[in-house]
């Protein structure tokens, strides 16, 4: 079956510390890949999207993700996270049908 | 601010009662999304729709219902509520379909409340 795993429900980091959350998925295809934030009483923003071609992709407010298509995941990390990143992070991942699938999140708190 | 608007912010209400949420998507946004999010299940699916029809569907009940008007608003209704329908109600929209890779665009909820 199709399914998208975030297998760190929490996480805590100290602020400047670098940060890596996982996200695999489990497809016959490629996706589309998305990892989207949530901070807290908010909705969610879309970070960054891998789509085709290099995969490390950029996304906002510092952040990364590499697609490794042999291990099917798409991590997101950041080098040095500031306490403004605590948040829940969402994977998801389209499969070119309108449905849009997200994990169940990893939530970040960061200590000074 | 997404652009996208959600009514009401929070409801509260009980058990076997009837609610209806409302989202306004961003302009010219055609899709519109729905997500119920709580503690236990996580980010569901619901249903989506794209300029006025259904297009997908997820993990939605039977006593809930939704459709997209003319204007491209959409309405949520939860009927016979119980207590594991208080949740948080999100909607989303876009102008290519998120499973397409299109860019979703979420407002920031409706706190429903089930007493």
């Known amino acids: 079956a199709q399914s998208v795993t975030q297998p760190d429900i929490h996480i805590t980091v100290s602020e400047g510390a670098s940060l890596e959350l996982r996200c695999n998925y489990s497809y016959g295809a490629t996706p589309y890949l998305f990892w989207y934030v949530q901070s807290p009483g908010q909705g969610l923003q879309l970070l960054l999207k891998y789509f085709s071609g290099d995969t490390l992709v950029q996304g906002i407010k510092g952040f990364e993700a590499e697609f490794k298509r042999s291990q099917s995941s798409f991590n997101l990390r950041k080098p040095s996270v500031h306490w403004s990143d605590a948040a829940e992070y969402f994977c998801a991942v389209g499969l070119n049908t309108d449905k849009l699938i997200f994990g169940t999140g990893t939530r970040l708190q960061v200590f000074p | 601010d997404s652009g996208v608007t959600q009514t009401p912010k929070h409801l509260i209400t009980a058990t076997g009662q009837r609610v209806t949420l409302r989202c306004s998507p961003r302009s010219g946004d055609l899709s519109v999304y729905w997500y119920q999010q709580s503690l236990d299940q996580g980010l569901q699916f619901l249903i989506q729709?794209?300029?006025?029809?259904?297009?997908a569907k997820g993990n939605i009940l039977e006593r809930f219902s939704a459709q997209q008007f003319p204007d491209l608003h959409s309405e949520l209704n939860l009927s016979s509520l119980e207590l594991g329908d208080s949740a948080l109600y999100f909607c989303a929209s876009s102008v290519i379909a998120g499973g397409r890779g299109g860019e979703l665009f979420f407002g920031e909820g409706s706190r429903l409340t089930v007493l």
């Open positions: 729709y794209y300029n006025g029809e259904e297009r």
